[in-house]
């Protein structure tokens, strides 16, 4: 079993930044592939951005340039830095992990507004 526990989102004006962070428990974090999706009010969940055990990272379109995926393996963190923040990111954003078996955390509120 995985836990994941979010952190970081919050309320913040257009052009402004964010960096989420996802702790995940388990010995074996590394070999997990890792991901953040968002699910805005009155919509599917999409996915935003996805790092594999061996680093290769894939966006979505329309974070592409603005977001940036990384993470720690010695503290079992992923993290999501969100730039040039527009309203239309306000979501829900939740972290995944996937070894086999897909994990979900509850998932942090990020708000872009003025």
């Known amino acids: 079993q995985v836990q994941l526990v979010e952190s970081g989102g919050g309320l913040v004006q257009p052009g402004g930044s964010l960096r989420l962070s996802c702790a995940a428990s388990?010995?074996?974090?590394?070999?997990?592939?890792m991901g953040w999706y968002r699910q805005a009010p009155g919509k599917l969940r999409e996915l935003v951005a996805t790092?594999?055990?061996?680093?290769?990272?894939n966006y979505a379109d329309s974070v592409k340039g603005r977001f940036t995926i990384s993470r720690d393996n010695w503290k079992n963190t992923v993290y999501l830095q969100m730039n040039s923040l527009k309203p239309e990111d306000t979501a829900v954003y939740l972290c995944?992990?996937?070894?086999?078996?897909?994990?979900w955390g509850k998932g942090t509120l990020v708000t872009v507004s003025s």
């Open positions: 995944n992990a996937y070894y086999g078996v897909n994990y």
């Open positions: 388990g010995s074996i974090f590394s070999s997990y592939a």
């Open positions: 790092i594999t055990s061996t680093g290769f990272i």
